[in-house]
């Protein structure tokens, strides 16, 4: 099938899947979707062995493997993703809170990896499911950022306070790049491709990327805004945005910086005052249309994808433990890491902001990418389902509870 063949038929299930829940169950439609998904796809694993003239698990392990949703998304959707949802943001709101969310982003993630570590090695023998720390420190980075998608959707209809939001939108946003950047400094250690790698080589090798990313995204934002300054055309403001989204991704790769970071910032500065000087109203209408409408259609795949990905996950009451350890060591993980990284912040006074950071820290696509780029593996068969199981639980029951939580503490 062809690449075009596979988006087709993607889009097509996305399609089907989001009428059923419209019809249904009536939940927002990503996470509709990505239900159907989940329930499609027990379906048909359930039913294999009655349909002995197809092999239905290789057939869907196939499809997926066409798409590879790593690649796919570290390469490629992420860019656009995190664009779209740096452009929503309130800027002058997200600077007022700057420290907060900084520290949340940076201290908060690596806090919630170390965490996440310590407690997933000591607890998961009593499972059956012993893992060595290091692979732990990696299962801590895939699981420590929250999800952006999720987490800006989730915004809209929560009904926070302002200031509360722009923390949020903002962790979210750049805690991404924060995991993927701890995750590619400590992948090698854990994998042994990397043994002679001192300490002082990670930090330095996760400021070049995290910094490096954040300075490389200034700038290709102030050059882009710079060339479209004095050209007053929708046409070419839309190209120049995605010029500015894919290829500063691109080239922060291509230089070994943190593509998450520097494309989040590039999208910032569209709300900047250089941005808001150099894009007309209409134009800026027009713009923040199509990234909306790119945004909820990629979020739609990507949903799908995770609900799909279930066939790599081994079934078993091993499993099935880890899981429900995992989950709520990575709760565990998500509250002290908030509560620590907050203490020395006036936010610490706010015990209902606090709560709503601690149960809004969702996961997502970047997680199940993550798990599923491991070396293949026996290690790879255990975490991969130990994610999966996190990823769906707080998509599904963090997400789906979280505007009622807001208005429970806010009204």
Request: proline share 0%.
């Given at each position: 099938m062809t690449n075009l063949g596979i988006l087709g038929f993607l889009f097509t299930l996305s399609t089907l899947f989001a009428l059923l829940n419209y019809w249904t169950l009536r939940l927002p439609i990503t996470i509709g979707v990505m239900v159907m998904a989940l329930l499609f796809s027990l379906v048909l694993l359930v039913a294999g062995p009655f349909i002995p003239v197809y092999d239905v698990h290789a057939i869907m392990?196939?499809?997926?493997?066409?798409?590879?949703?790593p690649k796919s998304l570290l390469d490629g959707a992420l860019s656009m993703l995190l664009f779209a949802g740096a452009m929503q943001v309130d800027l002058k709101m997200m600077l007022a809170r700057g420290v907060p969310v900084v520290v949340l982003a940076l201290a908060g993630t690596i806090l919630a990896v170390l965490i996440l570590a310590v407690t997933a090695w000591v607890a998961l023998p009593f499972v059956g499911v012993p893992v060595p720390f290091s692979w732990c420190v990696i299962l801590g980075a895939i699981l420590a950022p929250t999800d952006p998608v999720s987490v800006v959707g989730m915004l809209r209809r929560a009904g926070l306070p302002a200031p509360l939001q722009a923390v949020f939108a903002g962790e979210s946003l750049f805690n991404d790049g924060i995991g993927i950047v701890v995750f590619g400094a400590t992948i090698g250690l854990a994998t042994g491709d990397a043994s002679h790698v001192t300490t002082q080589e990670v930090i330095e090798r996760f400021l070049l990327e995290a910094c490096g990313g954040a300075a490389l995204g200034a700038l290709t934002g102030v050059v882009t805004l710079s060339l479209v300054r004095r050209v007053h055309d929708h046409d070419i403001d839309l190209l120049a945005s995605l010029a500015l989204a894919t290829g500063t991704y691109s080239l922060a790769h291509a230089l070994h910086m943190s593509g998450p970071i520097a494309v989040v910032v590039a999208g910032m500065s569209m709300a900047t005052e250089l941005g808001q000087r150099s894009i007309r109203d209409a134009s800026r209408a027009a713009l923040r249309g199509?990234?909306?409408?790119?945004?909820?259609?990629?979020?739609?795949?990507?949903?799908?994808?995770i609900g799909l990905e279930i066939v790599e996950v081994s079934p078993g009451l091993g499993v099935v433990a880890g899981m429900l350890t995992v989950?709520?060591?990575?709760?565990?993980?998500?509250?002290l890491s908030v509560m620590l990284a907050v203490l020395p912040l006036d936010l610490r006074r706010d015990r209902r902001a606090v709560a709503v950071l601690i149960w809004g820290g969702l996961r997502g696509g970047i997680s199940v990418a993550l798990a599923l780029g491991l070396p293949a593996g026996a290690l790879r068969d255990t975490l991969l389902p130990l994610c999966y199981g996190v990823v769906v639980f707080t998509i599904v029951v963090q997400g789906l509870t979280m505007e009622r939580v807001a208005k429970r503490l806010y009204s």
């Open positions: 392990r196939s499809v997926l493997g066409t798409v590879d949703l199509f990234w909306s409408m790119t945004d909820e259609a990629l979020n739609v795949l990507l949903f799908l994808l989950i709520v060591l990575s709760l565990v993980a998500r509250g």
